[in-house]
């Protein structure tokens, strides 16, 4: 059964809608956005910034480089250098254009203690609630479910904006912002059919600009000292195979920006890093089996809309790692690549997520790019095995026999049954646990 016009429209408005470009790690990125936009609020100079956060955003900004900061880290940086030099009308590169004059001041700035960072709880996972005083004015701007989701903006006790929390529904681009959108008739069947069948000049520019900022910053990854130098160690000490390099190459992208690397990434399911993993192995395998541009372009719909399919289950950020869902995506374009059906597929992906759907994530930073790397290699794995019929058995662990079931099944796991995890692993990274009493 082929996909109706509608459907269609569906899964090419949610690429429009995920794949945008980002400059560095989104959660620093986020908050700088807030803090610019409501600095632009106030109208005036503000004389103290509040920030409070989830416990999820604090975690991810912790021991991250802040990109354009001079390789400062924290959100009280990301939050200073927004306000003072952020440019809140480009969004996710709000401080792509930051001067060494705004990057000395806001060293300054966070010095004297100009902004405080709270942590607030009983909030959604993705909650950044920037707050600013001047000499006549206060402003606030409120951030919730995706990192450019403004839902309140008030300036002296006024709601001057108020939007609802849930956007997952309405795309945020002015082209499209009265275009409906369905995740929830997302499946894999209707993924490879979209892939097959799409007008592939109807979401070419996206496609493109992911490739182009992609490979990008893998290469920067490669050729320069990076973070942990995963990609590099990768290269440098393990056969110069196809595997290899898919892993290196998405490693490497990982390696640069996390610490720090401005070059701009297209992001997947609200992630540079999760954009670089459904990118980079796939790319690599194109080019290893010389497969023509179309088959390409197809497969990275694959790799992006699984990927997305997966993670939008458990959410914008959680204890579950998105590198996996990503590497998963992935995989599953690699096995479309080889000429798999659906079946292929289907083990392709239960056997990634078998392996290693039980990676934490502990927040932003050097050794997320091992992460992928690790995730890349059980993709990798799952792939081969999937060619050669050999798959993980319904009733094996979480695994079912139905491969829409074992993706439910792991969205559960990574809402539901890590949302305990996830608050102990903020309580360790914050020190608010004596983890050798309770040991």
């Not at 892993?247 to 070059?263: E, N, V, Y």
């Not at 992001?267 to 023509?292: C, D, F, H, R």
């Not at 392996?355 to 790397?373: E, L, T």
Request: hydrophobic content about 40%.
């Amino acid at each position: 059964m082929s996909l109706s016009l509608a459907e269609c429209n569906n899964y090419t408005n949610i690429l429009k809608k995920e794949l945008v470009p980002a400059m560095g790690c989104t959660e620093p990125i986020a908050v700088a956005y807030a803090a610019a936009k409501v600095g632009e609020v106030l109208g005036e100079k503000a004389t103290h910034l509040n920030v409070r956060c989830s416990g999820n955003i604090i975690k991810n900004v912790k021991g991250v480089t802040v990109p354009n900061s001079g390789n400062q880290k924290g959100i009280e940086v990301a939050a200073t250098l927004g306000i003072i030099g952020g440019d809140a009308s480009k969004e996710l590169e709000v401080i792509a254009e930051v001067t060494d004059e705004d990057r000395h001041k806001a060293g300054e700035l966070v010095a004297e203690g100009f902004c405080e960072v709270e942590l607030e709880e009983g909030v959604p996972n993705l909650y950044i609630k920037a707050t600013a005083t001047g000499d006549n004015h206060t402003a606030c701007v409120l951030i919730e479910d995706n990192h450019t989701n403004i839902t309140l903006i008030e300036k002296d006790g006024e709601v001057l904006s108020r939007s609802h929390r849930h956007i997952e529904d309405n795309d945020s681009n002015e082209e499209n912002r009265f275009v409906k959108l369905d995740y929830k008739k997302m499946s894999l069947r209707g993924i490879i059919e979209y892939a097959d069948s799409v007008n592939i000049e109807c979401i070419r520019p996206v496609i493109e600009k992911q490739i182009e900022c992609n490979t990008a910053i893998s290469d920067e990854g490669l050729k320069n000292p990076w973070g942990a130098r995963v990609g590099k160690t990768f290269l440098e000490n393990w056969s110069d195979d196809v595997k290899t390099k898919a892993c290196a190459r998405a490693a490497a992208g990982s390696d640069a920006r996390m610490s720090g690397c401005p070059l701009p990434v297209v992001i997947n399911s609200g992630s540079g890093n999760q954009g670089i993993t459904v990118t980079m192995p796939v790319l690599t395998y194109a080019e290893e089996w010389k497969v023509s541009e179309e088959k390409k372009f197809r497969a990275l719909l694959i790799s992006n809309l699984v990927s997305i399919y997966i993670k939008h289950y458990i959410g914008a950020l959680s204890a579950f790692c998105g590198a996996v869902s990503a590497a998963t995506g992935a995989g599953a374009a690699i096995t479309y690549l080889s000429g798999g059906d659906i079946n292929a597929i289907g083990r392709t992906i239960k056997n990634t997520l078998g392996n290693v759907g039980g990676i934490v994530c502990d927040g932003a930073k050097p050794s997320c790019a091992a992460k992928i790397a690790s995730s890349v290699h059980a993709c990798l794995m799952a792939h081969y095995m999937s060619v050669s019929d050999k798959e993980f058995k319904g009733g094996e662990g979480f695994i079912e026999d139905d491969v829409e079931k074992t993706i439910k099944n792991m969205g559960y796991i990574g809402k539901v049954g890590m949302k305990e995890t996830d608050v102990e692993i903020l309580n360790v990274m914050i020190d608010k646990v004596d983890v050798d009493k309770e040991l």
